[in-house]
């Protein structure tokens, strides 16, 4: 009677769980790179092997390699280094699939030190700007203008987020490395991602004109001392080269997802056999988690870094509006550069998610629908609507932490936000009277004032005169009475 409260509960995700299957005297364990090299209980390895295992299928049309370990980290390296370079992720890794988070490490120590000095930096540069926003007595526009510089100091507040983070990127990086391994077993060589040449240029070109950008801004708008820019030009280093690190994580993700589907493709017209759909099938889940897991390892990150850029593109864009009205001069263009920086640095964040979500379920799904079954077994057509049903039922889109979706509609969903704030920024704006509009109502208003007080007095004047002289009409002396006799 009591049976029913001792079932297991049932995973939502079905195929999850999902492994290659291994014939003969593979045991199905993953062994790390050193294992393979070593050809201890690899069957894939070597080809002409006398074991009784299954040869990878990649063997039919692939000469194997040597396996190739950091492929996905070395892709990301250059940016990775920059980052470490400013404090951020302070994640030791001594050898592949080792990836930790330890507060008593050197890396931890030097990003603490880091963020404790750019703090004092920070706080400097903030109370000065305090300063000059609290003895600000121009228009409302000029007072934007200078709450944009406090905003610009917000992303110090990334570096402690990323701390927080920190355990799940590492995890991130060794579910990599495990695929990788699994990648190699099942295809026969090494992830050919080659992304490195696209990060160095990144890692380079980036900062450049990050900082460029930063001292036309304080050039142009504001008071321009090299000190104050300083910490500026890190922070803004800072959010431009975070956005960098999740292109090039898109970008790995959309790349593995067209090479496992043409490898697929591949591997389908020489032989089909149904484990070997199920290899795919649990490498394909395995791609599937790495996306997820991208948007919940930085779900806070990207949360804050959206809704920074949000409240900058919105306060550069009004300054923007609403000085073009006195003509193009040359504050205008530091807001230009910035509004702009920042559009793009959004759009791309959302438009790689997108992507990357979209080549690896939907893409994918175009190409399971576009297999042949009729030359197959019943077996292997099995494994390729379980397939088709796997990629049904995993959801690929990258979510930061359940919040939102990071897709096009996100930067779609921001912009149609930021047209109704600059609106009722732009209204409220148009009700404020200038000095000169102030001036001439004070006079208009003391001239109104003069001229109903004025007739005020005639008013009371004539209605006394008139109150006197209907009295002195009207009153008549009592008649004189004679005396009798």
Request: hydrophobic share 45%.
């Amino acid at each position: 009677m009591f049976n029913s409260y001792n079932r297991r509960k049932k995973h939502d995700t079905v195929f999850l769980n999902v492994k290659p299957t291994f014939n003969g005297q593979g045991n199905g364990l993953r062994k790390y790179s050193t294992g393979l090299l070593d050809k201890e209980d690899n069957p894939f390895y070597d080809v002409n092997s006398s074991s009784g295992s299954r040869a990878s299928v990649g063997t039919i049309t692939t000469l194997n390699e040597n396996f190739r370990a950091n492929i996905f980290y070395n892709n990301i390296a250059p940016i990775q280094w920059f980052l470490h370079m400013l404090g951020v992720l302070p994640i030791t890794r001594r050898e592949p699939g080792k990836a930790k988070f330890r507060i008593n490490s050197i890396a931890f120590g030097y990003s603490f030190a880091f963020f404790i000095l750019l703090s004092v930096f920070v706080t400097y540069v903030a109370k000065n700007r305090i300063s000059i926003v609290t003895s600000l007595s121009g228009p409302f526009e000029e007072a934007v203008i200078a709450y944009l510089f406090l905003v610009n100091i917000l992303p110090l507040i990334l570096i402690p987020i990323l701390w927080w983070e920190a355990r799940k990127i590492a995890k991130l990086w060794n579910d990599w490395d495990d695929f990788e391994i699994l990648y190699y077993q099942i295809s026969g060589h090494s992830m050919p991602l080659n992304l490195r040449r696209k990060t160095t240029m990144i890692a380079v070109v980036l900062p450049i004109l990050s900082i460029l950008s930063v001292v036309i801004t304080h050039i142009t708008m504001a008071d321009f001392q090299i000190i104050q820019v300083i910490p500026y030009c890190i922070l803004d280093n800072l959010s431009a080269m975070l956005g960098a690190w999740w292109f090039i994580i898109c970008e790995s993700l959309s790349m593995t997802a067209n090479i496992l589907g043409e490898r697929f493709q591949r591997a389908l017209r020489h032989i089909g056999p149904a484990a070997m759909v199920a290899d795919y099938r649990a490498l394909w889940l395995r791609l599937s988690k790495l996306t997820r897991d991208t948007g919940n390892a930085t779900c806070y990150t990207f949360t804050f870094i959206n809704l920074y850029l949000f409240f900058i593109i919105t306060l550069s864009v009004y300054g923007l509006m609403s000085q073009l009205s006195e003509g193009f001069g040359i504050k205008d263009i530091g807001l230009a550069i910035t509004a702009i920086w920042n559009v793009f640095l959004l759009f791309y964040i959302c438009d790689k998610a997108h992507y990357a979500s979209f080549n690896v379920r939907t893409n994918f799904q175009k190409k399971l629908l576009m297999v042949e079954l009729n030359w197959m077994n019943s077996d292997a057509q099995t494994e390729i609507n379980m397939f088709i049903r796997a990629t049904e039922m995993n959801p690929s889109n990258i979510n930061c932490g359940g919040f939102f979706d990071v897709n096009r509609n996100l930067f779609k969903g921001l912009l149609t936000t930021m047209v109704t704030y600059l609106v009722v920024l732009l209204q409220f704006q148009i009700s404020i009277p200038t000095d000169t509009g102030r001036h001439m109502n004070v006079s208009v208003a003391e001239l109104a004032t003069d001229m109903m007080l004025e007739s005020a007095e005639d008013e009371l004047t004539t209605t006394s005169t008139t109150s006197t002289t209907t009295t002195t009409t009207t009153k008549m002396p009592p008649p004189a009475r004679g005396r009798k006799g």
